[in-house]
């Protein structure tokens, strides 16, 4: 039985495994691919599973683990997934905890709250445009005129994302598949090897590299468009969750 769940897949879903597991406390882990197992470093008495759950199958796994209380650090803008977490948590009256993305401000980008109002500008513009979103936006960003040429991708190195921007029409040369984040001198250095004329990318806080690839791309005299979070969230940050999870668990 695991009193703790974890719903990760980030980089603070990452860190909270460590922590549990440095500090010996007992906690199931739940992220929705091989791949992101792969990359958690987690010892007994951490368990972790792979699989994507729907609300039903959120709620048959807390009764049998008999969870009292459950910490959502998905992604951000994960919020189909955090919806149905809380709110299975709200049938099974278990203590739900949202770990939030530090969010931060960078001057001289142009921002949208909606997707749709994000690609209609896109249309309205020339030059290849270079994506940081993932694999998850990669088929909305084929409404893109002309996508196939215009849109470079760059994503997590999972088969399953790769393959299915493939089976979008993406062309192979203009995937990248890699573990970020990464510096600002990585990348202007890729950004100047793709051409890129338009950075594409999410609100992902510090930890998710945000400022690095916004200032590299301004550096490079490129247009920066951003997809904001269109909700504010209560919650902790990961700091304040270590401290909360010290205070109720050791």
Same mark, same amino acid.
């Given at each position: 039985?695991?009193? !703790?769940?974890?719903?990760?897949?980030?980089t603070?879903?990452r860190?909270?495994?460590?922590f549990? $597991?440095?500090?010996?406390?007992?906690? =199931?882990?739940?992220?929705?691919?091989?791949?992101?197992?792969?990359?958690?470093?987690? @010892?007994d008495p951490?368990?972790?599973?792979s699989?994507?759950? @729907?609300?039903?199958?959120?709620?048959n796994?807390?009764?049998?683990?008999?969870?009292?209380?459950?910490?959502?650090?998905?992604?951000?803008?994960?919020?189909?997934?955090?919806?149905?977490i809380?709110?299975?948590?709200?049938?099974? $009256?278990?203590?739900?905890?949202?770990?939030?993305?530090?969010?931060?401000?960078?001057?001289?980008?142009i921002?949208?709250?909606?997707?749709?109002d994000? !690609?209609?500008?896109l249309?309205?513009?020339?030059?290849?445009?270079?994506?940081?979103m993932?694999?998850?936006?990669?088929?909305?960003?084929?409404?893109?005129?002309?996508?196939?040429?215009?849109?470079?991708?760059r =994503?997590?190195? $999972?088969?399953?994302?790769?393959?299915?921007?493939?089976?979008?029409?993406?062309?192979?040369k203009?995937?990248?598949? =890699?573990?970020?984040?990464?510096?600002?001198e990585?990348?202007i250095?890729?950004?100047?090897?793709?051409?890129?004329?338009i950075?594409?990318?999410?609100? $992902?806080?510090?930890i998710?590299?945000f400022?690095?690839?916004?200032?590299?791309a301004?550096?490079?005299? =490129?247009?920066?468009?951003v997809?904001?979070r269109?909700?504010?969230?209560e919650?902790?940050?990961?700091?304040?969750a270590? !401290?909360?999870?010290?205070?109720?668990y050791?």
């Amino acid at each position: 039985m695991h009193k !703790i769940v974890l719903f990760g897949g980030t980089t603070e879903g990452r860190i909270l495994t460590e922590f549990f $597991s440095e500090k010996k406390i007992p906690a =199931m882990v739940c992220v929705a691919t091989d791949y992101g197992e792969k990359v958690l470093n987690y @010892n007994d008495p951490v368990v972790v599973q792979s699989k994507r759950l @729907n609300q039903e199958e959120m709620c048959n796994l807390f009764q049998e683990e008999q969870t009292e209380i459950v910490f959502d650090a998905t992604h951000p803008y994960a919020t189909e997934v955090s919806k149905n977490i809380k709110e299975a948590c709200c049938k099974k $009256s278990i203590e739900y905890i949202r770990v939030l993305r530090e969010s931060v401000e960078v001057d001289g980008v142009i921002k949208f709250s909606d997707m749709g109002d994000l !690609i209609e500008y896109l249309n309205q513009t020339t030059g290849l445009i270079f994506s940081s979103m993932g694999a998850k936006e990669a088929k909305v960003l084929t409404n893109i005129n002309n996508f196939q040429e215009r849109v470079y991708l760059r =994503m997590l190195p $999972s088969p399953e994302g790769m393959s299915h921007c493939l089976d979008l029409g993406y062309p192979m040369k203009n995937l990248c598949g =890699m573990q970020g984040p990464f510096s600002k001198e990585f990348n202007i250095s890729q950004f100047k090897e793709v051409g890129a004329d338009i950075l594409v990318t999410k609100e $992902s806080g510090n930890i998710g590299g945000f400022k690095e690839k916004t200032e590299a791309a301004l550096q490079c005299g =490129m247009e920066v468009v951003v997809l904001v979070r269109a909700v504010e969230e209560e919650g902790f940050g990961v700091e304040e969750a270590k !401290i909360f999870i010290k205070g109720r668990y050791l």
